[in-house]
C-alpha cells in the first residue's frame, strides 16, 4: 500500500456534538420510560419493579432521588436515576442510553453528573444491581469506582446477580 493510500484510509471527521445534562422535569417523564423500555425489551423482559419505578418517576423524586437526562439538539437520548432508600443511601438504577447514541460517551457523562450529584447532596452509600452479561456497563461503573461486592439482600429483580457499591 503506498503512503497515499494509507493515508487517505483515515481520512474521516469525527462531529461531536454537545450534550446537556439536566434533572428532571415533569415533561421529562416519558423518555424516563421509553429509553428504559428500549433497552430492557432488547435484552431482558420488564419486570414489575420496572414498570412500578419507571410509570412513578415523580415519586422517586418526591422520596428524595433525582433522574438525570441527556440529550443532544434538544433530544434525549439517555437517563440515569438515583433512587433514594433512606439514610443517604442511593440507588443508581435505570440507567440507559438508546441504542443509536451508543459507544459515544454518553454513558460516561451521565455517570460523571450522577456522581458529582450524588457527592453535592452528601449522599453516605452508593450501591447499584446489574446483570453479568452486561459487561460494557460494568466496565463503566468500575471506571467510576464501583466495585463488585456480595449482594447484602434479595434484589427486587428477578435478572440481578450483579451488585456493586460506589467506593470514594
Given amino acids: 500500500m503506498n503512503k497515499n493510500n494509507y493515508y487517505s484510509l483515515f481520512n474521516f471527521r469525527f462531529i461531536v456534538k454537545k450534550?446537556?445534562?439536566?434533572?428532571?422535569?415533569?415533561?421529562?417523564?416519558?423518555?424516563?420510560?421509553?429509553?428504559?423500555?428500549?433497552?430492557?425489551?432488547?435484552?431482558?423482559?420488564?419486570?414489575?419493579?420496572?414498570?412500578?419505578?419507571?410509570?412513578?418517576?415523580?415519586?422517586?423524586?418526591?422520596?428524595?432521588?433525582?433522574?438525570?437526562?441527556?440529550?443532544?439538539?434538544?433530544?434525549?437520548?439517555?437517563c440515569v436515576a438515583l433512587k433514594h432508600h433512606g439514610q443517604g443511601t442511593f440507588e443508581l438504577t435505570k440507567m440507559a442510553v438508546t441504542q443509536s447514541h451508543q459507544a459515544h460517551g454518553i454513558g460516561t457523562q451521565l455517570m460523571q453528573s450522577c456522581i458529582d450529584y450524588y457527592q453535592t447532596i452528601n449522599g453516605k452509600k452508593l450501591y447499584l444491581e446489574s446483570h453479568s452479561s452486561l459487561k460494557p456497563a460494568i466496565k463503566l461503573y468500575q471506571r467510576f469506582g464501583f466495585v463488585a461486592m456480595p449482594t447484602p439482600?434479595?434484589?427486587?429483580?428477578?435478572?440481578?446477580?450483579?451488585?456493586?457499591?460506589?467506593?470514594?
Fill in 153 to 168: 439482600f434479595e434484589s427486587d429483580y428477578q435478572r440481578s446477580d450483579f451488585y456493586m457499591e460506589y467506593i470514594k
Fill in 19 to 78: 450534550v446537556t445534562i439536566e434533572t428532571h422535569k415533569e415533561h421529562l417523564a416519558p423518555y424516563f420510560k421509553s429509553l428504559n423500555e428500549e433497552w430492557l425489551k432488547r435484552f431482558f423482559v420488564i419486570e414489575p419493579i420496572d414498570q412500578k419505578v419507571l410509570s412513578q418517576p415523580t415519586k422517586l423524586i418526591n422520596e428524595g432521588g433525582q433522574i438525570l437526562y441527556a440529550s443532544i439538539d434538544g433530544m434525549v437520548v439517555g
